[in-house]
């Protein structure tokens, strides 16, 4: 397995084994010296998460919301001060689209100076996409409520080329969002489209290529 890849193979329910935050390489949550806590797809499912906070309150202590919308949260009394996509610092105030992750690394505290971002002591936040799979794999999620509110996310995985010393595996993603708020200036409306090639030669090396467009 490369030191730069996390596995997730084995994990158990909400239970999360390894991370590349806060050490830039795939450890055991065991062996890093942070207080680092993982949220995975299971949990992110079975919260039906759209937004950040939805689901970040139950798997993180002392997490308040300084604004009824957006990513404006802190940590322990302290702002959030970075978020990362893919280990790539992005911006902190809008939301973060949710319709193709995988996972979200929360790395606590001033140890969030690690990821490259000193901003605020809170902590930091990485946002970890799906991968392409290298078996054929389909999902539609849809969510209504009330005040007009509904949610459409789709995903679609597997692989195109598949010989001896390379495979090419494929992700796209779609999804979309409208509802309305007390506040007309909340109000809610999205477009998300999305996707990924994994390239692989033999064993030994990858290359993965994301990318989206978030409206």
Same mark, same amino acid.
């Given at each position: +397995?490369?030191?730069?890849?996390?596995?997730?193979?084995? #994990?158990?329910?909400?239970?999360a084994q390894?991370?590349?935050?806060? *050490?830039?390489?795939?450890?055991? =949550?065991?062996?890093?010296?942070?207080?680092?806590?993982?949220?995975? =797809?299971?949990?992110?499912?079975? +919260?039906?998460?759209?937004?950040?906070?939805?689901?970040?309150?139950?798997?993180?202590?002392?997490?308040t919301?300084?604004?009824?919308?957006?990513?404006?949260?802190? @940590?322990r009394?302290f702002r959030?001060?970075?978020r990362l996509?893919?280990?790539v +610092?992005?911006?902190?105030?809008?939301?973060?689209?949710? &319709?193709?992750v #995988?996972?979200?690394?929360?790395?606590?505290g001033?140890?969030?100076? =690690?990821?490259g971002?000193?901003? %605020?002591?809170?902590?930091? @936040?990485?946002f970890?996409?799906?991968?392409?799979?290298?078996?054929?794999?389909?999902?539609?999620?849809?969510? $209504?409520?009330?005040n007009?509110?509904?949610?459409?996310?789709?995903?679609v995985?597997?692989?195109?080329?598949?010989?001896?010393? $390379? *495979?090419?595996?494929?992700?796209?993603?779609?999804?979309?969002?409208t509802g309305?708020?007390?506040?007309?200036?909340?109000?809610?409306?999205?477009? $998300?489209?999305?996707?990924?090639?994994?390239? &692989? $030669?033999?064993?030994?090396?990858?290359?993965?290529v994301? %990318? &989206?467009? &978030?409206?």
């Amino acid at each position: +397995l490369s030191p730069f890849v996390v596995s997730s193979e084995n #994990e158990q329910g909400y239970r999360a084994q390894q991370t590349v935050v806060g *050490s830039r390489s795939a450890k055991a =949550l065991v062996d890093i010296p942070a207080s680092i806590s993982i949220i995975n =797809l299971e949990q992110i499912n079975d +919260l039906n998460a759209a937004e950040l906070y939805q689901v970040i309150k139950f798997a993180v202590s002392g997490v308040t919301q300084n604004a009824s919308i957006g990513d404006d949260i802190n @940590i322990r009394g302290f702002r959030l001060g970075g978020r990362l996509r893919d280990g790539v +610092l992005s911006n902190n105030w809008a939301p973060a689209p949710m &319709y193709d992750v #995988e996972r979200i690394e929360v790395l606590r505290g001033p140890g969030a100076m =690690l990821t490259g971002n000193n901003t %605020g002591i809170g902590g930091s @936040i990485n946002f970890v996409s799906r991968k392409p799979t290298a078996k054929p794999m389909a999902e539609i999620q849809t969510t $209504f409520s009330d005040n007009s509110y509904a949610r459409l996310q789709a995903n679609v995985s597997g692989p195109l080329v598949k010989k001896d010393d $390379f *495979s090419l595996n494929y992700r796209v993603t779609v999804g979309g969002l409208t509802g309305d708020r007390d506040k007309e200036i909340e109000n809610q409306k999205e477009k $998300f489209f999305g996707s990924a090639l994994g390239m &692989y $030669f033999g064993s030994h090396t990858s290359i993965q290529v994301d %990318g &989206y467009f &978030y409206d």
